[in-house]
DNA sequence: CATAATCTTTGACTTTAGTCAAGGATTCGC
DNA sequence: GCGAATCCTTGACTAAAGTCAAAGATTATG
């Protein structure tokens, strides 16, 4: 029906069986669940509540189910009426409303919840419970590979909000896990970075790798990093050889980095992608390994994604 | 947050597992889906045009797509108006209409089919090869299991239509693949059958198995087959269990069955099945192998799926 | 501190989606 | 061949979903 393979090299066969998953899948369980979560409400309404969850502001709520400012005003106003919601001003920007969930919203978003864990059992009550596993284990790796698959690199200023955030966050996670700590301060200053990759998820920054130019022939990889919720999905590595891409455009020809002697997982990625441990190329009090590796020129292999 | 286990033995990961499964699908890739084959055309048009296809009834489009008879008649107007589709009489069947794209209703389909195609290619085309092949896979496993878990298996009287069209599809699928051919008049007469299981797919019937009892000690299976579209799934095994629990209830103490040379993969199953070859119990000029199998008795182990 | 930008509300719409019931045209079942 | 059932159409609605623009209240910015 559809065409065997694309010019994008993509096969055919990944893309036939991608579409009709996402058609059963859509039609059966997508139908399903707008039934049975909204009952008597209607679904914007029932949506609307979910993703008020335990509060936000609407705002947030409006970038997030994409609605028109007005529409979502009244949606609001009327769960408000029903006594679901409570709408108050932003306690530091009073130009922005927030909206939570009074008891009776809870106990109706309860109510939902239950009533989606019914149908998913439903569904898997039909299953054996080997198959229930064999289920599990492939959503799980579906929604993995589909959460991989959405998220772009792109090179940001190194004092972007993104960045700031992406390394505020490093830098606090940093503080956790090391034992003598972490300050922000012991961040690369924004001037001093060479190039700043940033991973997105949905417009949501979600990763990020600096990279410094200590001289022409020398790049440093520094602060590389993924969120907590964004973790096991192969977006190290993506950050990592991104990198090292843009140091081998750049003409440098070995690229190296140093890592904690915590952080395990984090040596071991590097090894396995091609990094061999040197000794100390300096005196950072966090580093516990220092790892280099060589760079091939630009422009061979393959165009990547960007 | 929801609870771990229901009462219904199906364990909390498993339920919460697919249930973020099916909020970040349906969130992510079903608005996205919606979105795009849509374009300027309301989602119902651009649905029903899609369900047209190459051609479909309208009575088959309002069961398929779950619409109000009227709702549905304007919206085929709507679009044999903008010259989508073209409606005429059923030639056997006066009552019916038939709906069928024009030209340009099949360029629309087309152009439908290259926008979803591009969307699946979008996607994975953030992928790696080795990853591509991995979410095909695992996409092909969560299909196949929620259409399984989605199928019912039901006693049926065996003069009903369901019955009459499995058992025709069964004759019809022997007459093509038995050497020797298969007559509708080798079936065993509704009135010699004892009990009849049909499996329904979303009500449509998608398999059959019946049961004939020469005598009160012994069953015999007969007509086990399960359609094209519905293979693969396991569902033939799901039957023949069924078959095999309604011969214990009603006291037989032993199941015995034939098969034809030529069905290898029947053979195999009734032997995983705990079946044993035995020598020939009748003349069937069809059967190649015959089985039985002792029963346990009604009572034993836990209830079923029914 | 004026001006621009942001966030929300409100009024006035339109479009989509869907329901219900009456009735005409056929076909089915006995 | 007659009544029941089936399939479709039409009229008359309702409710949900969504759009657009104007305007009020704040906050950011040069």
Redesign the pocket.
Known sequence: MSGASGVSGVSGVHVTTLRRFNRYFTRRIGVLDDHYL?QD?????A?LLYEIGTGA??????TRLG???????????ALEKQGLVR?T??P???????AEPTPAGRAELAEQNRRADDLAEGLLRGLTETQRGQLTEAVAVTERLLRLAAITVRPVGAASPDARACLAGYAAELDERFPEGYAATDLVPPERIAALLVAYEEERAVGCGALCAPDAETAEIRHLWVHRDARGLGLGRRLLTGLERVAAERGHRVVRLDTHKVLKEAAAMYRSGGYTEIPAYDDNPHAGYWFEKPLTPAGTGPPGTH
């Open positions: 909204g409400r209607p679904l914007g309404e949506r502001s609407l705002r947030e709520l409006r609605l028109d400012a007005g529409y979502l005003s009244r949606m609001v106003r709408v001003v932003h530091a920007d009073s130009r922005l409303r927030l």
